[in-house]
Nanobody, 121 residues
Framework: VQLVESGGGLVETGGSLSLSCTAS????????MGWYRQAPGKERELVAT???????NYADSVKGRFTISRGDTKNTVYLQMNSLKPEDAAVYYC????????????????WGKGTLVTVSS
């Protein structure tokens, strides 16, 4: 399974960015997709997740500013980030969890390579 992320970049404080991530490969079913981030010197943390049933979960720090959604293809997840703050700067990683079928069915938990978000103050 491969995850391809796009949409990171440089934005001023208060600006907006949209991230996207598409999963491909031997996917049988997706339970949830999400975004996590890791700032320099800090641990990776949850940003937002969305289940196959469209149930969403957000970190308190991004509630009301970020919106996660699944694409029509169902293997795509988006993160709309508004009112960005300098503390939102980090490498953002896409995650997919579910089941894959290679020779047999197995649980999968994959990560993208990350996309950098920089917020200038």
């Amino acid at each position: 399974v491969q995850l391809v992320e796009s949409g990171g970049g440089l934005v001023e404080t208060g600006g907006s960015l949209s991230l996207s991530c598409t999963a491909s490969g031997s996917i049988f079913s997706i339970v949830a997709m999400g975004w996590y981030r890791q700032a320099p010197g800090k641990e990776r943390e949850l940003v937002a997740t969305v289940t196959s049933g469209h149930k969403t979960n957000y970190a308190d720090s991004v509630k009301g500013r970020f919106t996660i959604s699944r694409g029509d293809t169902k293997n795509t997840v988006y993160l709309q980030m508004n009112s960005l703050k300098p503390e939102d700067a980090a490498v953002y990683y896409c995650n997919v969890r579910g089941y894959e079928k290679v020779t047999d069915y197995s649980f999968m938990d994959y990560w993208g390579k990350g996309t950098l978000v920089t917020v200038s103050s």
